[in-house]
Each structure stands twice: as structure tokens, then as C-alpha cells.
């Protein structure tokens, strides 16, 4: 039965198509659609009748599957005014859903896979109305896994003339096929025979996605060292393409020294007889090669070094001269050298003329030169006892004295490298005859008779003098101190003042003798009192004072008892020789009272801190 239906509506079908010639059907489709793998795609087919009156009754709208090259179909859809249907049987049937109305029809894949990159035909056909029919090209886009370089380990020469392998770069799991380019430091490498080959390995995955492995080989030169190398991989998304960079990786290039340079590392600054030196040798090869140092005096002999490092332990005068080194490769150029200029400074130690001592008379003159060899200009200075005494190489002594005896050291330096500087001394003896110190050949003192004086008599001179004492006016006297030095001698006598003394100071040695007189004038010596403390002094005459008083009084009393009673003679001589005895009282009264205050008022004074006068 329903073969017999289905074969009417095609007879009937046929017969509008030839009635209905000249109708057609509009289809407005898009050329293609452009997905991410697993999203989900909509495939959209709009149909419009021209040049009819109105809308035929029956649409029908069929969706096919069009397989590679064009040759084969396969419907998935099938609709019509009464019946919408996804085929059974088909890769879309369990993940497609269509929506339709009059005028178009949409399906909707979920989860797109990669086998779903395909063209699906949308077929329209409204019988006597016309039909039509439209291609939509499914595209499936998967972006592949960041691309992932890697450098070769081992170093490249740069003396290999044909191109060598530098690095791979690999990019995975992309769909379409990526595509991989190269970079060094970020300019584009092209393919150019005898310096750049690239080559490309492309692998199906069984997950359908697109791995490509890409080879660089490159031509390196010495320039290629601090080059960076990249690769980059472009691949296709909806509507676009994009790109995502390596990392950039370094190779190691060999490669010969074409320049060394030699220099001085260490001391710092001049170097000078006794400093360890070291010369360091370096090329522009890589790898650093190893060196050979010579001296350009003795260029056969090849000086013990360490690597790149020549060390000249405690170097003097004769290490001075041209050094040079080169680099020990096989294919090193012979004019590939280093050299530098080495000059040991020295400084000889000093002369001194006169040399160790010399002796010279006082008053005279003397000039002493100081002189060392060195490679550097010197520089002079004169020392005595700590104290700068001159500058330059020659030291002039005028008019000598005794002070100018001892010893002078001279200083040579240089200037420019301080560290450099030597000594030398000579000693200066003056001679002459002795010299007493102070400008008085005599001395007049006075002195107090039993007193001790201490005379001090002090002299120079060369050689040393010695000093002794006469003295006239006293026995009693001795030498208490005495000292001497190089060339000064000092004497030091106690004599006791007993009368008139003349005591001379001789000071003599083989050059002559001085001599110095202290002449001594005896004050006769006024009585004293015993010592006594001011506060029991004081005390003492306050008694002395009242003790007297009530003598005084006590006598006075008694004289006016023996008055009163007439046992005291009234008469003129008699009143006269009492007045006379009274009168010699009241004076010695009057004078004790006066001595007594003299003396409580020196004492009072005293006590309170006063000085007596």
C-alpha cells in the first residue's frame, strides 16, 4: 500500500513539474559554518517561491550528507507540511534535533566532531512550485597544544660549512594541520640551500587532530653565539587565524679566537720589586682555549701558567719587559696574540755621605747628601729625634753646636707609589771645649748664715766634660747630684752658709775647661722663737696677759693697804721713788700690754688666716 501511495505522488508530482515549469524556488543558505571541536553547530536553509500567485500546498525539505569528492549522499532529514524526521542510522542521528516552519528549516548538531567536516545539501521542492536545491560547508576547528622547542645540546662549530641542526619544534592535537615557521631573533628564516633547511614531519593522530614536528638546520658563524632561536605555529579558528610563539632557546657555538688581549689583573696600579703579579690572558673563542705565555726577549721559553692566568711571584727589576700569549687551538691564526708591557720599579737603598758618624768642631759647617737609585722620581726628607729638620738630598748644618750633635736619618720615597721608600742615617758628633749653661759667668747670691744652699753647675760639651767643685768660706759642704748624657753633664753641692763663700763650678775635658763662680754673702741670723702652733701661742699669751694683770693687781692693792695704813712714807722723794718704782712698772706694764698686743694680734691673725706682716 505504501508503495502504491508513494508512487501516485510521484506521477503527480512529475505531472505539476511539467505544468509548472516555469516556477522556481529560492534557497538562502550560508556557504559554510565554522566550529570549535564539541561545540555545538546550526545548519540553517531558508526557501522562498518566486513568480507564483501563491504558496504551493506541499513543501517537502530533505537534508543530505554529501561524502568526499561529490559522489555519494546520504539524507539525515526529511520534512514536509505534515512530518519532520532526523533519518535513523546516520553519525548525526543521536546528536542532531531540526526545527522547521514554512519557509525554512534548522538543524542543530551538538557535540561536533571532527568526521562532522562536511558539506550538507539542503533540497527543496514544492512539487508544480518548483524545486531547489543549496551546499553548507560544516568546518570543525580544533587549536593544537602550545608548541613546545628544543635546542640541541651539544655545541655547533662555526667552521662546519654546511648547515647543522640547531633545534626541533613540535606542535600536537590540532585541526586543521598547523603550520610552523621560524624565527631568529624574531625575523622569519626561509628556506635557502647551503644555510637554511627546514624539515616538516606531519602525523594523523588516531583521534583524527594533526601533530607536525619541524627541524631546523642552520649555517651558524661566530655571530650566531648570543643569537636567539624560535618557532611559532599558526593555525586556523572560526573566522580567523592565530598564532602562539616558543619560547626562544640559545645554542652553543665554537669557534676560534680571532682576538686576545692580555693585561695586568693584579697589583692595582705600579707594581714595584717584591709584589706577586698576575697576567690574565682571554680570547674571543668559545670555548676559552687554553694560552700559552712567553716573554718577547726569550720567545722560545714558554713561562709556567695556570689556564689563562700567568703569576710572577716576587718579581724584581729583571721580570720588566713584554709579555705575550696565545691562544692553544689547532686552528687558531698564528698572528692571534696578546702582549702587554711590564715595568718593575725599584728604589736601591740610600747613600748617605759622610757615611755612619762624622765629627766636626763646633762652630763649623757641614753638608751631608743623601741619594738612592730608582726608576721613579724621588723624593727627600731629613729627620732628627722625630722632627722634619730639612728636604732634598742635600742637609745643611751651619755653625754647629752641641745641640746639633745626634743622629740624622734621611727618608727617600716616591711620590707616585709610596709604598717604595728606603732610609739611611749618618751620625753627627760635635766636638769642643766645655760649655756651662747660663749667660752669667758669675753669681752673687745672699744667704742666710746656717742655711743650706744648693748650687747646680751644668755643662756640655766633646768629649763629655767633667766638673768639680772648690769651695772657699766653708767645710761644710758635698756633692748631692749628679748626671750626665752624650755630651751634657750636670752637677748639683749642698753648702751650709757659715761666713762668706766663693764656690766655683770647673767644667773641663781634653779641649779645654769653664768655669762658673757663685759668689755667697753670709746675713747674720736674728733671734727667734720656738716654734709654736699660732692657736696655742694665742692661748699662752692670753694667760701670760691675765696672770699679769692680777699680779698688777694684786700689788696695787697691797701698796694702797700700807698707804692707807702709813707704813708708806708720804714725803716728796719718797713719793718720787715710788712714782719712779710705779712708773718703771706702769712702763713695763704698758710695754707688756703693748707687746702682748702686738703679739695677740699677729696670732689673731695668723689664726684667722691672715699672713703676719
Known sequence: MALLLRAAFLLLHLCLLQRNAWARVELTVSPSVEVFLGDAATIQCQHTFKDISQEPRLVITQMFVEAVGGSKRKRVYYGDNALTMVDNGTDFTDRMDAVSDHHSTQLLIRDVRLSDNVVFVCQVNGLAAGN?????RLRVFAPPQAPVIEGVPSAISATTEVPSKVASCEVSNGFPKPNITWYRNREPLTSTPGYVNVLTLVMRESSGLYSVQSTLEYRVTKEDKDARFSCEVSFFVPAAIRTVESSAVNVSVHYPSTMVELWKESPQGLVKEGDAVELRCQGDGNPPPPFIFTKEQDPSVNLPNNGDLLVLSSVTRRDSGIYQCRPLEADSLPDVKGEMQLTVHYLDPAVVVPKDSEFMLRGEDLTATCNALSSLKTSTVWYKDDQQVGEGNTLLLRDATYETSGEYICEVYVPSLPSLHTRGTVHIIVQGGPEIVGEE????????????????????????????????GSQSWQEVASKASDHVIHSVVSVKVTSDISAQ???????GTEVKVFSIRAIPRLPSVDPFSPVEGSGMIIVAIILGLLLLGILGGVLYFLRKKGMIGCGRSGKQEITKE???KDDIVVEMKSDVKSEEAVHLKAVNGDKPQ
Open 441 to 472: 759667668q758669675e753669681v752673687q747670691l745672699e744667704e742666710a748664715e746656717g742655711r743650706l744652699v744648693n748650687l747646680s753647675c751644668e755643662a756640655s760639651g766633646h768629649p763629655l766634660p767633667s766638673i768639680t767643685w772648690s769651695v772657699t
Open 132 to 136: 531547489a536545491e543549496s551546499k553548507t
Open 505 to 511: 763650678c770647673n767644667a773641663s775635658n781634653v779641649m
Open 582 to 584: 710705779k712708773t718703771t
